[in-house]
C-alpha cells in the first residue's frame, strides 16, 4: 500500500499496529511514547514528523501502539484520522487537555468524554449534523478503568467541541471583544445541559470512528476554567499528567482486556 502523504507513513511502518493515541501538541507524542516504554519495558521511537503531524510507535508486550499527533482543531484531526484509519488503525483516542465549565471539576481532574456537542464544522463533512458524535462504549470504560487504576480524578459525561479557542468557547481574552450574539450566554446554557468541558477536537474525532464503523474515545486533562481561566505551567502539567496517565493504563486494559468497569 503507498504512503499518506500528510502523516508521511507507510502502513509497514506501523508494524501491525490497529490503536492510537492522539494528543494535539507534537511535543506530547514523545512524553506518551516515553511513559509507555518506562510502564512495559520497550523501546520506543519516531516514525515520521511533518507539518502538526508527529508520529512515535511504542510497544505494550508484542503490541505496537502508534501516538500521533493531531495539531489543534477538528480539520487537522480528520486528516490524522482519515490517514491513520487508511494504514490499518481501528482504536483512536484523543488524549488533550481542556477548560472545565461545571464548579465541581477541578484543575488535574480528567475529563472521559461518553459524547460531544458538534460546534465544530470538519464533522460535518463526515456525517449530518443530527448524526451523534459519541464514544465507543469499550474505550470509554477501559478509560474509566485506566482513571482509576492511575488514581485520577475523573468525569465521564458530555464534552462541547468548538470549531475556535476564542469565540467558540466564548472566552473574554479574545482580541475582538464583540461576541457575536449565538456565543453570548452559551456557557451558561451548556453548564446548565451538564455539559462538563470545552475542548476542540473531540466532535470530529468521535463523529468520524463511529460513522467509519471504527472505535474511538477521548480523555483531557483539565488545565483552567473553560471560557475565563488562564493556563499556568503548574496547571498545564497536572492536567497532562492526568490524561496521560489514564491513557496509558488503559492501553494496557483494551490490549490485555482486563479489569474493564462497565459503570460510569
Known amino acids: 500500500m503507498a504512503g499518506v502523504y ?7 511502518d506501523l508494524m501491525g499496529a490497529d490503536t492510537a493515541l492522539l494528543p494535539g501538541d507534537p511535543a506530547r507524542v514523545p512524553v506518551i511514547a ?84 458538534r460546534l465544530d464544522g470538519a464533522s460535518t463533512h463526515y456525517a449530518p449534523i443530527e448524526y451523534p458524535a459519541v464514544a465507543h462504549i469499550e474505550v470509554v470504560c477501559a478509560l474509566i478503568s485506566g482513571a482509576r487504576k492511575a488514581g485520577v480524578r475523573y468525569h465521564a ?42 475542548e476542540m477536537e473531540s466532535s470530529t474525532l468521535l463523529t468520524m470512528t ?5 472505535r474511538g474515545g477521548c480523555v483531557t486533562g483539565v488545565v483552567n476554567r473553560g471560557s475565563t481561566g488562564r493556563v499556568t505551567e503548574a496547571a498545564l502539567k497536572k492536567g497532562e499528567d492526568s490524561a496521560v496517565s489514564t491513557a496509558v493504563a488503559a492501553m494496557e486494559i483494551l490490549v490485555k482486556g482486563i479489569g474493564v468497569s462497565h459503570g460510569f
Open 34 to 117: 516515553s511513559r509507555i516504554s518506562k510502564a512495559f519495558g520497550r523501546p520506543s521511537y519516531l516514525l515520521a514528523s511533518r507539518r502538526e503531524f508527529t508520529t512515535h510507535i511504542a510497544a505494550i508486550g508484542a503490541k505496537k501502539i502508534v501516538i500521533t499527533s493531531t495539531g489543534i482543531g477538528g480539520p487537522s484531526t480528520s486528516i490524522a484520522v482519515d490517514e491513520l484509519a487508511r494504514l490499518g488503525i481501528t482504536t483512536f483516542i484523543r488524549v488533550g487537555t481542556t477548560g472545565a465549565i461545571q464548579e465541581r471539576i477541578k484543575i488535574g481532574d480528567c475529563v472521559i468524554t461518553t459524547g460531544a456537542v
Open 6 to 12: 500528510h502523516l508521511d507513513l507507510e502502513k509497514r
Open 210 to 214: 463511529s460513522a467509519m464503523g471504527l
Open 157 to 198: 459525561g458530555v464534552s462541547a467541541s468548538s470549531a475556535t479557542f476564542y469565540p467558540g468557547e466564548e472566552r473574554n481574552d479574545s482580541f475582538m471583544k464583540y461576541k457575536l450574539r449565538r456565543f453570548r450566554g452559551a456557557t451558561v446554557e451548556l453548564r446548565m445541559l451538564n455539559v462538563l468541558n470545552y
